[in-house]
């Protein structure tokens, strides 16, 4: 491992900013797990990680992780710890950064997977909340996600770093219309739900009746105003989650674990969509 040049830390300092990340088609990563995930990725063939800004304390303290960016072909950099802090926006950085390609997939893509459990995320602004989702969506064992063209970057790095490593497990798609997210998920089978506090069906209601255990895809709007009624009227149903206690609602990522592990118990229960036991 060699200190990386100006150039190197400079290019990947820009990366912070979504012109250039959009430009360059990289984005960072951030900490042991996320860089770990991006070794063992591949995205359009070749290996996510493309580079990875380590200290010395970081490559002695994780060397599985070292050993797995060399192992895939990235570039890797022992860097200060200054260097480091420069590229890292967490208090406490962790002395791992990695460069890493784009992975988003086109939403044809997604479709022609024939998917039966889809988080869409709509009108969402806050990264911390859209990589909680995404965490929680492959959790649930979701066959992919998509971002509306009204929603956060998904490499924006504090969505990366929510998402704890789930960005590089299943399919994304990103900068999609919602007219035609959920125009494209119902012709590809699945059921379409707003996930809205105020939803004239109730979870628990539609659990009781069966009407989750098919292909469904959940839309999640905005953190502080929910989705328009002009997206809620895309949908085939409105569904709330129940509340049962005093409070008054539920946030956003909470609400989105709620309902897409509702649909993954009911697709994995006998006679849903999903074979109890792995084939």
């Given at each position: 491992m060699n200190p990386p040049s100006a150039a190197r830390v400079s290019a990947a300092r820009r990366l912070g900013r979504r012109t250039f990340r959009g430009?360059?088609?990289?984005?960072?990563?951030?900490?042991?797990?996320?860089?770990?995930?991006?070794?063992?990725?591949?995205?359009?063939?070749?290996?996510?990680?493309?580079?990875?800004?380590?200290?010395?304390?970081?490559?002695?303290?994780?060397?599985?992780?070292?050993?797995?960016?060399?192992?895939?072909?990235?570039?890797?950099?022992?860097?200060?710890?200054?260097?480091?802090?420069?590229?890292?926006?967490?208090?406490?950085?962790?002395?791992?950064?990695?460069?890493?390609?784009?992975?988003?997939?086109?939403?044809?893509?997604?479709?022609a997977a024939r998917p039966a459990l889809v988080a869409v995320l709509a009108h969402v602004r806050d990264p911390g909340n859209a990589g909680t989702v995404l965490r929680c969506a492959d959790a649930a064992g979701a066959d992919a996600v998509v971002l509306t063209d009204a929603s956060v970057d998904v490499y924006n790095p504090k969505c990366v770093r929510a998402s704890a490593g789930s960005l590089f497990h299943l399919p994304v798609a990103v900068g999609v219309p919602v007219e035609d997210a959920v125009a494209g998920l119902r012709g590809a089978g699945a059921r379409v739900l707003a996930a809205d506090g105020a939803g004239e069906h109730d979870l628990d209601a539609e659990l009781d009746a069966d009407r989750l255990a098919g292909p469904t895809a959940w839309v999640f709007g905005n953190e502080a105003w929910g989705l328009p009624a002009e997206t809620r009227a895309l949908t085939d149903a409105a569904v709330r989650?129940?509340?049962?206690?005093?409070?008054?609602?539920?946030?956003?990522?909470?609400?989105?674990?709620?309902?897409?592990?509702?649909?993954?118990?009911?697709?994995?229960?006998?006679?849903?969509?999903r074979s109890v036991t792995p084939s």
């Amino acid at each position: 491992m060699n200190p990386p040049s100006a150039a190197r830390v400079s290019a990947a300092r820009r990366l912070g900013r979504r012109t250039f990340r959009g430009r360059e088609r990289r984005f960072l990563a951030e900490g042991p797990q996320a860089v770990r995930e991006a070794a063992a990725h591949r995205a359009a063939g070749e290996p996510a990680l493309a580079e990875l800004f380590c200290t010395a304390e970081a490559a002695e303290r994780h060397p599985d992780v070292v050993e797995a960016a060399h192992a895939c072909g990235a570039r890797v950099h022992l860097a200060s710890d200054g260097t480091v802090e420069e590229l890292s926006q967490t208090v406490t950085p962790q002395g791992l950064v990695g460069v890493c390609r784009f992975l988003d997939r086109p939403f044809a893509d997604v479709l022609a997977a024939r998917p039966a459990l889809v988080a869409v995320l709509a009108h969402v602004r806050d990264p911390g909340n859209a990589g909680t989702v995404l965490r929680c969506a492959d959790a649930a064992g979701a066959d992919a996600v998509v971002l509306t063209d009204a929603s956060v970057d998904v490499y924006n790095p504090k969505c990366v770093r929510a998402s704890a490593g789930s960005l590089f497990h299943l399919p994304v798609a990103v900068g999609v219309p919602v007219e035609d997210a959920v125009a494209g998920l119902r012709g590809a089978g699945a059921r379409v739900l707003a996930a809205d506090g105020a939803g004239e069906h109730d979870l628990d209601a539609e659990l009781d009746a069966d009407r989750l255990a098919g292909p469904t895809a959940w839309v999640f709007g905005n953190e502080a105003w929910g989705l328009p009624a002009e997206t809620r009227a895309l949908t085939d149903a409105a569904v709330r989650v129940p509340i049962h206690g005093l409070a008054e609602s539920l946030n956003l990522a909470t609400a989105a674990a709620v309902c897409l592990y509702a649909s993954a118990r009911a697709q994995r229960a006998p006679g849903g969509c999903r074979s109890v036991t792995p084939s």
